[in-house]
């Protein structure tokens, strides 16, 4: 926690103001303090890190590309991710 003195030394040599970001936990517990506009992003975020950790992004995006071009209606693409991110891990 910064000490007010350093708060506003801070904001004035820097012309703006200082706050602080709670982190972010990716899981169940989080999408209950979100609002729901944000609930496609954050899933997708989470995606896109979960393939990226288990080495699996370039085949995921690769399915992503086949499946947004047979897409039909109004399909999310949280929902094409999701399957693309399913269909990686299947592969190996």
Do not use: W
């Amino acid at each position: 926690m910064l000490r007010e003195t350093d708060y506003y030394k801070i904001s004035e040599e820097y012309s703006t103001s200082v706050g602080v970001a709670k982190g972010v936990v990716f899981g169940d517990n989080i999408k209950k303090n979100i609002p729901k506009s944000l609930s496609d992003d954050l899933d997708l975020t989470a995606i896109i890190t979960s393939a990226i950790h288990s080495d699996k992004y370039q085949s995921m995006i690769r399915i992503v590309r086949k499946l947004e071009k047979k897409r039909v209606g109004r399909i999310k693409d949280v929902t094409i991710y999701k399957k693309a991110f399913i269909e990686a891990c299947k592969e190996n």
